[in-house]
Protein backbone atom coordinates (compact mmCIF):
# COMPACT_ATOMS: atom_id res chain seq x y z
CA UNK A 1 0.00 0.00 0.00
CA UNK A 2 1.05 3.34 -0.66
CA UNK A 3 1.18 5.51 2.20
CA UNK A 4 2.79 9.24 2.86
CA UNK A 5 4.09 10.99 6.18
CA UNK A 6 4.27 14.14 7.31
CA UNK A 7 5.79 13.88 10.62
CA UNK A 8 5.19 17.33 11.65
CA UNK A 9 2.14 19.33 11.37
CA UNK A 10 3.62 22.23 12.37
CA UNK A 11 6.96 24.17 11.60
CA UNK A 12 7.56 27.62 13.25
CA UNK A 13 11.06 28.95 11.93
CA UNK A 14 12.45 32.54 11.53
CA UNK A 15 13.03 34.71 8.43
CA UNK A 16 16.25 34.20 6.70
CA UNK A 17 16.82 30.20 8.84
CA UNK A 18 16.90 27.16 6.80
CA UNK A 19 13.67 25.08 6.75
CA UNK A 20 13.16 21.02 5.91
CA UNK A 21 9.76 19.95 5.70
CA UNK A 22 10.09 16.37 5.76
CA UNK A 23 8.33 13.72 3.82
CA UNK A 24 8.09 9.92 4.07
CA UNK A 25 6.88 7.23 1.64
CA UNK A 26 5.90 4.02 1.51
CA UNK A 27 5.64 2.72 -1.96
CA UNK A 28 6.97 -0.91 -3.32
CA UNK A 29 7.73 0.13 -7.05
CA UNK A 30 8.92 3.65 -8.26
CA UNK A 31 6.66 6.34 -7.45
CA UNK A 32 6.70 9.73 -8.43
CA UNK A 33 6.56 12.35 -5.88
CA UNK A 34 5.40 16.27 -5.88
CA UNK A 35 5.03 18.87 -3.04
CA UNK A 36 2.08 20.79 -3.34
CA UNK A 37 1.19 24.21 -1.46
CA UNK A 38 -1.51 26.59 -0.30
CA UNK A 39 -0.90 29.37 0.36
CA UNK A 40 -3.82 31.38 2.92
CA UNK A 41 -7.33 31.68 0.85
CA UNK A 42 -5.60 30.12 -1.89
CA UNK A 43 -5.87 27.04 -4.07
CA UNK A 44 -3.78 23.96 -3.86
CA UNK A 45 -0.81 23.88 -6.24
CA UNK A 46 2.21 22.31 -7.44
CA UNK A 47 4.86 23.45 -6.09
CA UNK A 48 7.50 21.34 -7.32
CA UNK A 49 7.95 17.54 -8.57
CA UNK A 50 10.91 15.00 -8.48
CA UNK A 51 11.20 14.29 -11.93
CA UNK A 52 11.77 17.73 -12.83
CA UNK A 53 14.63 18.15 -10.96
CA UNK A 54 14.27 21.93 -10.19
CA UNK A 55 14.37 24.62 -7.67
CA UNK A 56 10.91 26.77 -7.17
CA UNK A 57 11.10 29.93 -5.15
CA UNK A 58 14.83 28.56 -3.80
CA UNK A 59 12.92 25.16 -2.53
CA UNK A 60 14.23 21.97 -3.79
CA UNK A 61 13.38 18.37 -2.75
CA UNK A 62 15.82 15.14 -3.15
CA UNK A 63 14.40 11.90 -3.87
CA UNK A 64 16.30 9.49 -1.71
CA UNK A 65 14.79 6.22 -2.46
CA UNK A 66 17.01 4.77 0.25
CA UNK A 67 15.68 6.21 3.25
CA UNK A 68 12.54 6.74 0.98
CA UNK A 69 12.13 10.40 1.59
CA UNK A 70 11.36 13.94 -0.32
CA UNK A 71 11.95 15.91 2.15
CA UNK A 72 11.71 19.96 1.37
CA UNK A 73 14.39 22.35 1.82
CA UNK A 74 15.41 25.88 1.86
CA UNK A 75 17.81 27.38 2.52
CA UNK A 76 16.59 30.75 3.44
CA UNK A 77 13.19 31.01 4.80
CA UNK A 78 11.02 33.74 3.86
CA UNK A 79 7.88 35.11 5.57
CA UNK A 80 5.95 34.80 2.09
CA UNK A 81 6.69 31.41 2.69
CA UNK A 82 4.30 30.64 5.25
CA UNK A 83 2.11 28.20 4.17
CA UNK A 84 0.45 24.89 4.28
CA UNK A 85 2.42 22.61 2.39
CA UNK A 86 1.57 18.86 1.30
CA UNK A 87 4.03 15.81 0.22
CA UNK A 88 2.19 13.60 -2.44
CA UNK A 89 2.93 10.11 -4.28
CA UNK A 90 1.62 8.96 -7.44
CA UNK A 91 1.96 5.48 -8.45
CA UNK A 92 0.79 3.10 -11.40
CA UNK A 93 -2.87 3.65 -10.30
CA UNK A 94 -5.16 7.00 -11.12
CA UNK A 95 -4.95 8.66 -7.20
CA UNK A 96 -2.43 10.42 -6.16
CA UNK A 97 -2.03 10.05 -1.93
CA UNK A 98 -1.35 13.20 -0.10
CA UNK A 99 0.21 13.70 3.79
CA UNK A 100 -1.93 15.37 6.01
CA UNK A 101 0.52 18.07 5.49
CA UNK A 102 2.82 20.56 7.31
CA UNK A 103 1.41 23.97 8.65
CA UNK A 104 4.79 26.24 7.88
CA UNK A 105 5.08 30.02 9.67
CA UNK A 106 7.88 32.24 9.03
CA UNK A 107 7.89 34.63 12.08
CA UNK A 108 9.62 38.15 11.53
CA UNK B 1 -7.08 32.28 -18.39
CA UNK B 2 -9.96 30.53 -15.95
CA UNK B 3 -8.86 27.98 -13.47
CA UNK B 4 -10.78 25.75 -12.65
CA UNK B 5 -14.03 26.56 -10.42
CA UNK B 6 -16.30 24.76 -8.04
CA UNK B 7 -19.69 25.33 -7.06
CA UNK B 8 -21.26 26.22 -4.38
CA UNK B 9 -18.43 26.92 -2.80
CA UNK B 10 -19.71 26.49 0.58
CA UNK B 11 -23.15 23.93 1.25
CA UNK B 12 -24.82 23.41 4.47
CA UNK B 13 -27.19 20.01 4.15
CA UNK B 14 -29.10 18.26 6.79
CA UNK B 15 -28.51 14.28 7.77
CA UNK B 16 -30.31 12.42 4.84
CA UNK B 17 -30.43 15.04 2.30
CA UNK B 18 -29.06 14.81 -1.33
CA UNK B 19 -26.52 16.91 -2.70
CA UNK B 20 -24.95 17.62 -5.89
CA UNK B 21 -21.27 19.27 -5.92
CA UNK B 22 -20.51 20.99 -9.60
CA UNK B 23 -16.49 20.79 -11.30
CA UNK B 24 -15.68 22.90 -14.02
CA UNK B 25 -12.66 21.76 -15.29
CA UNK B 26 -10.10 23.69 -17.44
CA UNK B 27 -10.87 23.79 -20.68
CA UNK B 28 -9.48 21.29 -22.78
CA UNK B 29 -7.97 19.62 -20.02
CA UNK B 30 -8.61 15.31 -20.27
CA UNK B 31 -8.45 13.89 -16.85
CA UNK B 32 -10.35 14.97 -13.92
CA UNK B 33 -9.97 14.24 -10.44
CA UNK B 34 -12.25 14.45 -7.31
CA UNK B 35 -10.61 14.22 -3.53
CA UNK B 36 -11.85 14.79 -0.32
CA UNK B 37 -10.51 16.42 2.58
CA UNK B 38 -11.45 16.31 5.60
CA UNK B 39 -10.71 18.76 8.88
CA UNK B 40 -6.71 18.53 9.45
CA UNK B 41 -6.24 16.06 6.43
CA UNK B 42 -4.63 16.18 3.21
CA UNK B 43 -6.84 15.33 0.29
CA UNK B 44 -8.24 11.62 -0.36
CA UNK B 45 -8.58 10.72 -3.63
CA UNK B 46 -11.90 9.59 -4.78
CA UNK B 47 -12.55 8.87 -8.92
CA UNK B 48 -10.94 10.09 -11.65
CA UNK B 49 -12.33 10.51 -15.21
CA UNK B 50 -10.33 10.96 -18.73
CA UNK B 51 -12.51 12.94 -20.55
CA UNK B 52 -16.45 11.45 -20.05
CA UNK B 53 -15.31 8.08 -18.86
CA UNK B 54 -14.84 7.33 -15.24
CA UNK B 55 -11.95 4.73 -15.42
CA UNK B 56 -11.51 4.90 -11.48
CA UNK B 57 -13.92 5.03 -8.51
CA UNK B 58 -12.00 2.96 -5.88
CA UNK B 59 -11.49 5.99 -3.52
CA UNK B 60 -15.88 6.50 -3.11
CA UNK B 61 -16.27 5.64 0.17
CA UNK B 62 -19.77 3.99 -0.08
CA UNK B 63 -22.35 3.86 -2.58
CA UNK B 64 -24.20 6.91 -1.78
CA UNK B 65 -21.26 9.12 -3.99
CA UNK B 66 -21.63 8.88 -7.53
CA UNK B 67 -19.96 10.90 -9.84
CA UNK B 68 -20.27 11.77 -13.30
CA UNK B 69 -19.07 13.85 -16.19
CA UNK B 70 -21.24 13.32 -18.92
CA UNK B 71 -19.82 15.51 -21.81
CA UNK B 72 -16.23 15.19 -21.15
CA UNK B 73 -15.94 18.77 -19.44
CA UNK B 74 -18.32 19.80 -16.65
CA UNK B 75 -18.62 17.08 -13.52
CA UNK B 76 -20.76 16.54 -10.72
CA UNK B 77 -20.05 14.87 -7.61
CA UNK B 78 -23.21 13.57 -6.36
CA UNK B 79 -24.23 12.38 -2.26
CA UNK B 80 -27.21 10.59 -1.62
CA UNK B 81 -28.91 10.84 2.42
CA UNK B 82 -25.49 12.40 3.43
CA UNK B 83 -24.10 11.71 6.54
CA UNK B 84 -22.28 13.98 9.30
CA UNK B 85 -19.21 12.40 8.75
CA UNK B 86 -19.42 13.51 5.04
CA UNK B 87 -18.63 16.74 6.21
CA UNK B 88 -15.19 17.69 4.55
CA UNK B 89 -14.29 19.93 1.60
CA UNK B 90 -14.42 18.65 -2.05
CA UNK B 91 -11.34 19.48 -4.52
CA UNK B 92 -11.54 18.90 -7.63
CA UNK B 93 -8.53 19.07 -10.03
CA UNK B 94 -7.75 18.46 -13.78
CA UNK B 95 -5.14 18.17 -16.05
CA UNK B 96 -4.09 18.62 -19.76
CA UNK B 97 -3.09 14.84 -20.81
CA UNK B 98 -4.83 11.33 -19.41
CA UNK B 99 -3.24 9.84 -16.10
CA UNK B 100 -1.53 7.07 -18.11
CA UNK B 101 1.10 9.53 -19.10
CA UNK B 102 2.74 9.89 -15.46
CA UNK B 103 5.53 12.01 -15.06
CA UNK B 104 4.53 14.86 -17.31
CA UNK B 105 0.93 15.96 -15.65
CA UNK B 106 0.07 18.85 -13.08
CA UNK B 107 -3.17 18.90 -11.69
CA UNK B 108 -4.49 21.99 -11.21
CA UNK B 109 -6.98 22.50 -8.15
CA UNK B 110 -10.35 24.36 -7.69
CA UNK B 111 -11.22 26.20 -4.52
CA UNK B 112 -13.01 23.07 -3.23
CA UNK B 113 -16.52 23.39 -1.46
CA UNK B 114 -16.78 22.98 1.94
CA UNK B 115 -20.26 20.49 2.69
CA UNK B 116 -21.15 20.69 6.79
CA UNK B 117 -23.83 18.40 7.32
CA UNK B 118 -25.75 19.15 10.38
Known amino acids: AQRVTQPEKLLSVFKGAPVELKCNYS??????LFWYVQYSRQRLQLLLR??SRESIKGFTADLNKGETSFHLKKPFAQEEDSAMYYC??????????FGAGTRLTVKP | GAGVSQSPRYKVAKRGQDVALRCDPI?????LFWYQQALGQGPEFLTY????????KSGLPSDRFFAERPEGSVSTLKIQRTQQEDSAVYLC????????????????FGPGTRLTVL
Open chain 1, 50 to 51: HI
Open chain 1, 88 to 97: ALSGLGNDMR
Open chain 2, 27 to 31: SGHVS
Open chain 1, 27 to 32: YSGSPE
Open chain 2, 49 to 56: FQNEAQLD
Open chain 2, 93 to 108: ASSLIPRVLKGADTQY
